[in-house]
């Protein structure tokens, strides 16, 4: 597991990316993803095919990045363009992300690799499907990549299905997005007379606000909620509109592929199911057992989640309450509609025969501090959908269960709708539909851990790969969340707490040595090595079966090291107290 996660380092989280309130945004890379980009050339035939990374980051590279980027990835152009449509180039991948220069070449109609499954080719559907409406949502997104969307669409989709394209500008402040975009509407609507709609927000009002403004404005049978930054390929609409005549209380998503943000080349991507973590953050999961044993590569796969990109039953979504208008900026929107859906009665599906190819950005054009909205939006959906299991969510952000200080809006309609709909318990959810993700209700404190030696450093996972707890200046990193559990271990780094994935990371005492490791639990665990403390707040850390005690060392040049001995008087403290939540 771990190797594939580090082989796949190339991590995008996909559609989850778009429309930020204040802040141009986007899609986000590992930072791994400098060091394994490979460039290709810009003419290569055929896709490759990328195993889809499982765990997806959402702190990758920023504004340095933003500085290294072009140099690195527009290195192998070489000889080719002059050194002031060079620079050119590299202002224009600061403004997007992406290789912007690259893509005001290429022609809107180009053609992409088609990335389905042979056996998709054979399957037929029947004449008589609904009428779609494809939602386009953006926020300062290149021209030229709006504009491949579009013909995409048009040269994708049979043109007695498509009814209409809706595109929602959440406010952009790009000039190219003013006249240029309302010139080129009125070209597509010389060749297609009212195919396209147009509409602008007044204010910026966040990705789930413009999602929204798109489905109220829609008219046909069924709507498909796109991001601006994709392209779709070849019969991508037929399993859609059939799977939603045969059941409309389905919500569905397509298979992403991604479209290097550099070479604007395709890269196939394995099928995997849409999950999050207990931040309500998006991440892969494998394909379920069930769906394998159908044999069956075209048949529609039960997913706990959508990422963001997502088809239904125009009446039926609007009924069971859209996207939750509440949710600011981006993220935990998709999380929110999906427990609803799950909860309220539908189903979500992903369709191996629809597939989306989609731009992934190198890095967010804006420095910002996107936890902010997420966690806001996290708690959001905890308090409305989650019940008991809510505190994981506040564990996980490492936010206090009381007084949080954190103000999620209004949430009285959201519970009306829940009442209203007759929805059921997030705990059926876990049960029925997400078993892997796993409540763990016996962590009694959690948050940065600090020595009474000195408070400004905080206990640290350490470099990742690597098993090195070490003692940090204290910043709000999940890298330096601490879990202790009635059990007496110590999880360090961010809160996994999943059934399938041993990922966790429990504080260890080899009983050799003074260096305290980090050792998977559960492996640590069937070892029988030392993973079980004594622990109470402002008191020492004590080992239950060495007797020692962690305790930290200042070196010579004045930073501190973690040992493991004999017990002194050092003694600890944790954010935050609590004991058996949830079930109290
Ligand atoms: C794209 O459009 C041009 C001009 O209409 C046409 O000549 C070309 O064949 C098209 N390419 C594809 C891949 O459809
Ligand atoms: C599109 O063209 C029709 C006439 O064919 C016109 O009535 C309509 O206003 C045009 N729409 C836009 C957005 O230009
Ligand atoms: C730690 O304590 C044990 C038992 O009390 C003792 O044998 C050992 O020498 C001590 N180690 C150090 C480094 O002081």
């Known amino acids: 597991m771990r190797l594939w996660r580090r082989s796949c380092s190339k991590v995008l989280c996909a559609v989850l990316a778009l429309v930020a309130a204040n802040i141009l945004l986007v899609v986000f890379y590992t930072k791994g993803t400098i060091k394994s980009l490979v460039v290709g050339s810009l003419h290569k035939e055929g896709a490759a095919v990328a195993q889809r990374p499982l765990h997806l980051k959402k702190d990758g590279a920023q504004a340095d990045g933003a500085r290294l980027a072009p140099k690195k990835f527009f290195l192998q152009w070489g000889k080719g363009p002059s050194r002031a449509r060079q620079k050119e180039a590299h202002y224009l991948f600061l403004k997007f992300g992406y290789n912007a220069f690259l893509s005001n070449q290429l022609p809107f109609n180009r053609s992409i690799p088609d990335t389905r499954h042979a056996r998709c080719l054979q399957k037929t559907y029947p004449a008589q499907l609904p009428s779609l409406s494809v939602i386009l949502i953006f926020l300062n997104e290149a021209l030229s990549v709006i504009q491949r969307a579009i013909t995409s669409i048009i040269n994708q989709t049979p043109p007695r299905l498509l009814k209409e394209i809706i595109l929602v500008d959440d406010f952009s402040s790009h000039g190219e997005l003013k006249r240029r975009l309302d010139e080129a509407i009125m070209l597509y609507n010389q060749s297609y007379p009212v195919l396209l709609k147009l509409i602008r927000h007044t204010k910026r009002r966040g990705l789930a606000q413009a999602r929204n403004t798109g489905l109220e404005a829609a008219t046909a049978d069924v709507v498909a909620i796109l991001d601006a930054h994709i392209e779709v390929n070849v019969g991508w609409a037929e399993p859609i509109l059939s799977r939603i005549r045969e059941d409309p209380t389905v919500v569905l998503s397509p298979v992403f ?8 080349e395709l890269e196939k991507v394995e099928l995997a199911v849409d999950g999050f973590d207990w931040q309500l953050w998006c991440r892969y999961d494998h394909v379920p057992q069930a769906w394998r044993q159908l044999d069956d590569v075209t048949a529609p796969m039960t997913s706990p989640s959508i990422m963001g990109i997502l088809a239904a039953n125009r009446i039926f979504l609007t009924e069971i309450g ?36 989609h731009l992934g950005r190198y890095y967010k054009p804006y420095a910002m501090n996107l936890d902010i909205p997420l966690r806001r939006n996290a708690l959001r959906v905890a308090e409305t959908w989650m019940d008991k299991h809510k505190y994981m969510v506040y564990l996980a952000w490492n936010i206090p269960l009381q007084n949080s200080g954190i103000d999620y809006g209004d949430i009285s309609s959201r519970k009306a709708l829940r009442e209203k709909l007759k929805c059921k318990s997030f705990d059926w959810y876990l049960k029925n539909i997400y078993p892997l993700l796993k409540p763990i209700p016996n962590i009694i404190c959690y948050g940065r851990m600090k020595n009474s030696l000195d408070e400004s450093v ?8 690597g098993n090195s707890p070490k003692m940090k200046p204290c910043r709000e990193l999940s890298e330096q969340n601490v879990y202790y559990l009635l059990s007496g271990e110590f999880y360090v780094g961010e809160l996994i707490a999943r059934e399938d994935v041993n990922e966790q990371y429990c504080l260890t005492d080899s ?3 003074e260096k305290p490791t980090l050792e998977l639990c559960s492996e640590a665990a069937k070892r029988g090595a030392y993973i079980y403390w004594d622990f109470q707040q402002g008191k020492s850390i004590k080992n239950k079966d060495t007797a020692r005690c962690l305790e930290i060392k200042r070196d010579p040049s004045g930073t501190y090291r973690l040992v493991l001995e004999n017990c ?7 954010q935050h107290i609590g004991r058996n939540w949830g079930y109290s």
């Open 511 to 513: 009983g050799r040595g």
């Open 568 to 574: 002194t008087q050092q003694t600890w403290k944790i």
């Open 458 to 465: 905080c206990l640290d996972r350490g470099p990742v790969p």
């Open 257 to 264: 592929d991604n479209i290097d943000f550099n070479t604007f």
């Open 322 to 357: 859209a996207l939750d208008g509440g949710m600011l900026v981006y993220g935990g929107e998709n999380v929110e509609l999906s427990l609803r859906v799950w909860q309220c009665g539908g189903k979500i599906e992903i369709l191996p025969c629809s597939r989306i190819a």
